[in-house]
């Protein structure tokens, strides 16, 4: 899900960079790898455990502990699915109770009315849901599972019921570009409080289809039209693994004469691009804690160091919340504090997550003008 969100610019907590103190907004727990769905695009290539070595539940209480030492993010329950787990409503609770803004990301299928009630009884926020396509046949090709596409509008329908708010979630690509404003219009039809759009990142099963990912001209084409969707529709919109959307916000309020604001609170808080390791971090179903769930780069374990102290400490943390340590034509863009383009495409394109976006059509200033190197 996924799923917070402050000011651009210079007055933005974090663009100051390299500070041990950047405020987490959000944390994307994988509690379990297990899932019985099949996707296509699945970072974690998770299917039907079991898997050795997931946390087990005084484990994942205690890394709630940590967690709320760092302040009261937003913890995303995900996966795998998360409803796989026996214990999921008892960690849900444990964290609502804690102070901690508690949601999950289930694929729908395994919604069940009663476990819709336990949701709402543990104090989950929100839910979100993914549909990838418009019809039972793009969703069902993309998440390998025939029913797939009856089963989350079944289970939608039940967490509704149960008045759990529910978002929807869209992994963009060639496959599904030409429906996103029907799955658009599906969502609102649905009651969706908001849709969140991904752009595809080639890592896990994602990489076997690296074919299907839109070239740089088609995301910046998506991404402007998703812009353009901010006042023809009810619910809230987010990017996602799209870090070039917060630089076209600006440009593009600059162009409509528009004052440009951000939401800095809440689940669909509008953010800076790329938010793995400065305000946003993936804890794995083992406890190894990650930039993000698409960047397989171990920053610490949860099961011998505190939260905390990764979060608070680790180098790899620490260069990345230091927007100058960027280099290529992200270390050029005037738009680097905004955008900072998408660490884990750049990881597996370069092998360095500090190296300029592999997927960015944008031409920084410095380099039209000529002060900076050639791309």
Known sequence: MTNQTHPHGSSHPHAQGGKAGAQLRLVAWEITRNCNLSCVHCRAAATMGPYS???????????????????????????????????????????????????????GTLITAENARQMADAGIRRISVSLDGATREKHDAFRGVDGAFEGALRGIGLARAAGVEFQINTTITKANLDQMPKIQALAVELGAAAHHIFLLVPTGRGKYIADQAIDAVQYEEALNWFYDQRKKTPMQLKATCAPHYYRILRQRAREDGETVTFQTHGLDAVTRGCLGGTGFCFISHVGVVQPCGFLDLNCGDVTRSSFKEIWEKSEIFLKLRDYDNLTGKCGDCEYKKVCGGCRARAYEATGDYLAEEPLCTYQPVKRRKGTGHES
Request: aromatic share 4%.
């Open 53 to 107: 070595g997931e946390l087990d539940t005084d484990a994942c209480l205690r890394v709630l502990d940590q967690i709320r030492e760092t302040g009261s993010p937003i913890v995303i329950l995900t996966g795998g699915e998360p409803l796989m787990r026996p214990d999921i409503f008892e960690v849900a609770r444990y964290g609502t109770d804690k102070g901690l803004r508690m949601v999950m990301a289930p694929n």
